[in-house]
């Protein structure tokens, strides 16, 4: 299940992502200043994030014929596919399940326990019920209350040496 992806959009990046033998993580469009983006986020099948340049820009380019023809974006836009990356987005249940002990931040659509945002690590996840570990608690969030996530690696800053 993806959240949040309009199914005439789905409809058309899906198939021909799965044709290039990878996975959709996530398909986003939003609004620039002068023209609409399109930002998809692809990934192997074992999620390893190892998605080459080549494949990137072959999947973009069937893409763009797909999207031309249905006329799905009205006017000009700008059409974005990457790999998940270091700081991988979270969309998916399967996204959710991989990243279990990994660093994550989320944020909730709603406040829950007066807060919307969630940094910590990624404790359980069993399909509708997310756990992250932070500031010493456990939070416990609805999948489908969640407006976004990712999980990130928490690279360590050297320190400069004291005078």
């Keep these: 299940m993806y959240r949040d992806i309009p199914e005439k959009l789905l409809r058309v990046v899906e198939p021909v992502v799965r044709a290039h033998g990878l996975e959709l993580v996530d398909a986003a469009l939003g609004r620039g200043p002068t ?37 799905l974006i009205a006017g000009a836009y700008t059409l974005e596919v990457t790999s998940p990356g270091v700081d991988r987005a979270l969309a998916r249940e399967v996204d959710f399940a991989r990243a279990i002990g990994r660093q994550v931040a989320l944020e909730s659509r709603a406040p829950i326990a007066g807060r919307r945002r969630f940094k910590g690590e990624l404790v359980a996840f069993d399909g509708e019920t997310v756990t992250v570990r932070c500031d010493g608690s456990d939070f416990q969030i609805d999948f489908a209350a969640i407006e976004r996530a990712k999980a990130f690696h928490p690279f360590d800053t050297p320190q400069k040496p004291k005078r």
């Design 35 to 71: 023209r609409s983006l399109l930002r998809v986020i692809v990934d192997t099948p074992q999620g390893d994030g190892r998605v080459k340049v080549d494949e990137c820009a072959a999947v973009s380019r069937e893409l763009g014929h797909g999207l031309d023809a249905y006329e």
